[in-house]
Structures are given as structure tokens and as C-alpha cells.
């Protein structure tokens, strides 16, 4: 539309919108903030019996799908469960050990939580277990407070307490409706953390590898190379490194076949079984444990024993279960609704985070009374249970019965496992942890998302775990902030033979409409931002008067801020607006709002800023409030 028809054009005034009493806007807000997927309408106009059937079905997704589970299924799921319990029995034992915890503990952790969670969660495809990351978190955090070598009882006990107090974290996020606190971790800082915890993991495990002895405490780089480099002369066992070299080479050869061929997904998940078998049948051939080759030895027999008794619910030991659980079970939360998202989109199906929070926190605190430490989804048994055909969390229970038959049967076959083959299993799982693709983009999209991974990412490899996730934490607050207290502002020009106004600096064939300045502010406008704000439309205007004098144009006499994206406005925000109209009002400029939204104008009405300005100083658009303000200058350029 040619810019100089719009003089015969109507002008349309801003809409007001109904009046809400105070009471009305706070649940309103409240609504939109807890309940923005409105779970309750499906109760609407139900009896009660209905509703209570609604209600079971909600904390227990069992009920929903187990009414359309048959025969096909089953066997999908059982073939799917047999896969992931080949990858997470060898993986537990060695994650266990990341926690400083007995073999049995990791086996315990793979038994009862996802029994739980198979009736309470509502993934398809997430498999239920320890993980690496979180191993090492919890071994970190507890090492801290006990020694897990000279007080082995209340490291334990310690141990079944953070895990409580971390179901019970996860459980209230989800009753609460608090799920949105975890996304405060951007993804690119769980790219950096998860890329720093694998090189932390895979470095722990040369211990191990290497058949070292005396192994530093630490987990940054530097004392864990001081260690192996220390112990070189007369620590290191060739034995050992044999074993641990042949078998990485096996499972790293394994997962490039799975990587390449889709259809041999069962490879990488069996061979660490099949690695664990034949390592532990080579070292019982040889007898290679009289040669210096550490072995993991016994493994009791038996099912999860209870351990509520063990729990501190007061006392010192309780403060300090309480710091770690809400530690570790907020990384376990982070992890497992990541891993369930992704393959509820590669399904295409709903997943309520907070009914996942509460499923995820009730099974951590049954598996705190029952011996287990924290579980939580695994991205590796996650990714094998789906490209096996999982069809429901019926794999969890299939892997559930293989787990407990081992710890019923198998478990004396353990004895002679090599500790080297437990850590080349770790550190080929962590390998996948570390995503340089991710980490690439993310430096080409955004320079700051990516200062903030590689911080997170230093701050777990050359500090500690817990200091790197308080660097993840604390670069993502601070890129909100930032974002927060600088929003982006931009100079608007007219697109030729249009109405339209878009930024020059998008647009360079974008035209300046003479003796008028058009700036967009990109932000809502609240106290941490306001002055900044109008301090920038100042700048804007002070650069702009310059260029025109040095250039002998005509100068500025109207401002037009275009409030299209200002979402909200608060108190601090009107009354920077109050002090720019009068700064305005001193240099003889105009001021000019065109589009505020209706939060932003019923407030601008309430405080009487709109009284101030004038009811004709607003427009509907950017356009419009050029042509009454300016329509010779339009029809001259």
C-alpha cells in the first residue's frame, strides 16, 4: 500500500481492555504460571466416580495404556528389556563405584526404581537406572562429609539419605508444579557440564585401567594426572592395561558398528556383557589376580535389603543429606526429563513434566528405603531400549526381573571381573556425553551460549562437579540478567511503498522519516530495565540530533517509541516513561506511543500516564501515528 493513500485512511484507536479486579489478575497469573496445560479440564463436568478414575489414571499412567496392552507389545517390550538389561548390569557395578558404594548398590538401583517407575511414570521409552553423572556427583558430594573407605556404615547411611531427601525434592517440584525451575539450566551449559563430567568419569576410571593402587581424592584434571603420572615408575600393571586396552578397542569398535548400521543397535548393547564374560573368564583361566590384577571379588547374594531404618530424617547428618539430595536429585530431574522429551518427540507423544517429577521422586524414595541410591533415565539404556522397539515402560520391569535374577543367581560369576574391564565400559559410555556438535553450533548460533558451556565444561574438569554446575548455574542466571537489564532496542524505518517499519540495520533499504525518530524497545519494562531503557531512547535521540546538525538537516521534533513487543510494564517502567516525556518535553519533542498491549495500556491508564501525554499521543500503529505527525515529511520522501 502506497504510504501517501493512508491520509484518506481511517485511524483506529487503541483498545482498552476490561477492567480486572485484583483478585481476578492474581489467579489468572497464578493459572498461567502452575497450571498453563489446564490440567484439570478433563475433570470438568465429570461425576465423582469418574473424576476418581481420572484422578488414578493421572498418578498412575499404568492404567491408561494397560488397558489397550496386548500380546505384540509384550514381546516388543521383552526383547527391548533383555537388550537394556545386557547394557545396565556391567554398567551399574561400575557406576556404583563412581559412588563409592559396593557393587550390589548399583544392581539394588536397577531392581526396585524402575518397578516404580514403570507404574507411576508416563515414558515410553526412558530406561531406569544409575547413571554416570550422577554417580560421580553423589560419590563427590558425600566423600566430602565421610570417608567412604574408614566409615563405610554411615557413608552408606549418608547415601540412602541424599537419595531420600532427592525423591523427596523431585516429588514436591511436581506436586508443586515447579517443573520451569530446571529449565534456569540452558541447554548449552548441560552440554558443557555433561561434556566435563564424562572427561572427569573417564579420568577417574584410569584407576582402574592402569591398575593403579594409591589414586588421588580429587576429580579435577590436574591431581588426577599428578596421580597417574606419580604411580608411572611402580603402579602401573601391564596386565591390567592389556586387559582394559583389548576390551575398549572391543567396545569402541562395537559402537561404531551400532553408529553406522541401525539394525545392529544390539551390538553396543551387548557387548559389555559379553566383554564382562569373557574378561572375568580370562582372568579365572589365568588366575591374573595373583599377578596384580585388581578384580572386583564378592558380590553378596539377595535382593535389595530395607534401609529406612538407616535414613536421618534429623539431626546434622540430615542437613547435610538434604544439600546433597536436592543437589543431585535436581541434576538427576534435569537429565531424565531431557532424555524423556527427546524421545517423546521422536514419537510424537505428550510428556507432562511435572507427573514425570513426581514419578521420578516417588521411586527415589522407595529405592532410599530399599538400599538404592539415586536413579534416574539413562541416555545410553534410553537410546538402545528405543531402537529396540520398545512399545511401554513394561521394558523397565523385563530389565527389573533380569536384574533381580542376577542378584538371586548370577552374582558369585562376578568374582573374578577385572576392575579394567568395568572402567573401559564407564569410559566408553561417558564417550557420548561429550557432544562436539552440540558445542559447535552452539558456537556459531550464540557467543554467549557458548561461553557459558565451555565455563561449565572447565569449571567440572579443572575444579570439581558441584563447582562446575554452580558455573552452569550461575552463567545461565547471569545471561537472564543480562538479558533482563539490557534489553535490545532498534531504530525503525519505513519499508518503500509499504506502512510497514522494520530496523535499519535488518533492512538497509529501510527509508528515516524526516524530523522523526521511531524506536522499538524489545522487552517488557520493569524496574531492572527501565532506566536503562529510557537512558538508551535518550542516546538514540542525542547520536541522531548530532548526525542531522553536522549534516544541516531539519532537527527531531517527534519520538515514536513502538511498544509492539513491551509485554508488561511496572511502576519503575511508567515513571521512566513519565521522565522521558519531560526530557522530550524540554528539547520541544514529541512523544509518541504506538501499539501497547493491554497490560501495558490498562496500567498506563491507571497511573495516568496516558492523561499526561494525551489519549491522542497513542495509536494502533507505527504508521498511523506517522501520518498524523508526520504526513509531509512521508509524502516528500
Not at 556391567?90 to 507404574?119: H, R
Not at 603402579?235 to 575398549?248: H, K, P, R, Y
Not at 539394525?263 to 580370562?282: E, K, M, Q, Y
Not at 511496572?570 to 519531560?582: M, P, Q, V
Request: hydrophobic share 45%; charged share 20%.
Amino acid at each position: 500500500m502506497d504510504m501517501a493513500n493512508l491520509s484518506g485512511s481511517p485511524v483506529h484507536k487503541v483498545g482498552f481492555p476490561p477492567r480486572r479486579n485484583f483478585a481476578r489478575g492474581l489467579t489468572d497469573g497464578l493459572k498461567e504460571t502452575f497450571f498453563a496445560d489446564d490440567p484439570l479440564r478433563p475433570y470438568k463436568d465429570q461425576p465423582r466416580s469418574k473424576k476418581l478414575l481420572l484422578g488414578l489414571r493421572f498418578l498412575f499412567p499404568v492404567l491408561e495404556w494397560g488397558r489397550d496392552y496386548d500380546l505384540s507389545k509384550f514381546k516388543r517390550d521383552i526383547v527391548a528389556g533383555l537388550t537394556i538389561a545386557s547394557l545396565c548390569i556391567p554398567q551399574d557395578i561400575g557406576y556404583a563405584k563412581l559412588a563409592n558404594m559396593e557393587p550390589k548398590y548399583g544392581l539394588y538401583s536397577s531392581f526396585v526404581p524402575p518397578l516404580v517407575y514403570a507404574v507411576m511414570g508416563s515414558s515410553r521409552d526412558i530406561a531406569i537406572g544409575p547413571v554416570a553423572v550422577v554417580s560421580l556427583l553423589l560419590g563427590t558430594l558425600l566423600r566430602a562429609e565421610v570417608d567412604p573407605v574408614n566409615n563405610v556404615e554411615e557413608y552408606q547411611r549418608l547415601a540412602f539419605t541424599a537419595t531420600f531427601f532427592a525423591g523427596v525434592t523431585q516429588a514436591a517440584l511436581g506436586f508443586l508444579r515447579l517443573g520451569f525451575l530446571i529449565e534456569f539450566l540452558s541447554h548449552a551449559t548441560i552440554v558443557g557440564f555433561m561434556g566435563g563430567a564424562a572427561v572427569t568419569i573417564a579420568l577417574q576410571q584410569l584407576k582402574g585401567f592402569l591398575g593403579i593402587d594409591k589414586f588421588t581424592q580429587q576429580t579435577d584434571i590436574v591431581s588426577v594426572m599428578k596421580s597417574v603420572f606419580h604411580s608411572a615408575s611402580h603402579g602401573w600393571n601391564w596386565q591390567t592395561i592389556l586387559i582394559g586396552s583389548s576390551f575398549s578397542a572391543l567396545l569402541l569398535v562395537a559402537r561404531y558398528i551400532g553408529k553406522k548400521k541401525r539394525n545392529l543397535f544390539w551390538v553396543p548393547a551387548v557387548a559389555p556383557l559379553a566383554s564382562v564374560v569373557l574378561a572375568t573368564s580370562f582372568v579365572y583361566i589365568t588366575r591374573a589376580d595373583e599377578h596384580g590384577v585388581k578384580i572386583v571379588r564378592n558380590i553378596d547374594k539377595g535382593i535389595n535389603p530395607p534401609s529406612a531404618h538407616q535414613i536421618h530424617f534429623t539431626g546434622p547428618f540430615a542437613a547435610k543429606g538434604l544439600r546433597i539430595g536436592m543437589v543431585a536429585g535436581v541434576v538427576a530431574l534435569t537429565e531424565a526429563v531431557a532424555i524423556g522429551r527427546t524421545f517423546a518427540a521422536m514419537k510424537d507423544y505428550q510428556l507432562d513434566g511435572n507427573k514425570e517429577m513426581v514419578a521420578l521422586g516417588t521411586m527415589n524414595v522407595v529405592g532410599s528405603m530399599t538400599s538404592c541410591y539415586v536413579s534416574t533415565g539413562s541416555f545410553s539404556r534410553s537410546a538402545v531400549n528405543f531402537m529396540a522397539g520398545c512399545q511401554t515402560s513394561v521394558s523397565n520391569v523385563v530389565m527389573s526381573v533380569v536384574v533381580m535374577l542376577t542378584l538371586l543367581i548370577l552374582t558369585p560369576l562376578f568374582k573374578y571381573t577385572p576392575n579394567a574391564i568395568l572402567s573401559a565400559i564407564i569410559i566408553s559410555a561417558v564417550i557420548g556425553l561429550i557432544d562436539y556438535e552440540a558445542a559447535f553450533l552452539i558456537w556459531k548460533v550464540d557467543k554467549f551460549d557458548f561461553i557459558a558451556c565451555v565455563g561449565a565444561f572447565f569449571g567440572v574438569v579443572f575444579i570439581s562437579v558441584e563447582i562446575g554446575l554452580l558455573v552452569a548455574i550461575s552463567i545461565s542466571l547471569a545471561k537472564i540478567l543480562l538479558q533482563v537489564t539490557r534489553p535490545r532496542t532498534a531504530l525503525l524505518g519505513n519499508i518503500p511503498g509499504t506502512s510497514i517499519y522494520r530496523n535499519i540495520e535488518q533492512y538497509p533499504e529501510a527509508t528515516r522519516v524526516p524530523g522523526a525518530l521511531i524506536v522499538r524497545v524489545d522487552s517488557a519494562i520493569y524496574f531492572t530495565n527501565s532506566n536503562y531503557a529510557k537512558e538508551r531512547i535518550l542516546r538514540w535521540l542525542r547520536d541522531e540530533e548530532e548526525q542531522l546538525k553536522e549534516n544541516r538537516l531539519p532537527k527531531i521534533n517527534l519520538l515514536i517509541v513502538d511498544m509492539s513487543p513491551v509485554t508488561d510494564i511496572d511502576t519503575s517502567g511508567i515513571h521512566a516513561l513519565e521522565e522521558l516525556y519531560r526530557s522530550l518535553k524540554k528539547r520541544k519533542v514529541q512523544l509518541v506511543l504506538a501499539n501497547p498491549g493491554p497490560a501495558v495500556i490498562e496500567k498506563l491508564q491507571l497511573a495516568k500516564f496516558i492523561e499526561l501525554i494525551g489519549q491522542e499521543k497513542i495509536f494502533l500503529t507505527v504508521g498511523e501515528a506517522v501520518m498524523a505527525y508526520a504526513p509531509n515529511t512521508i509524502e516528500e520522501a
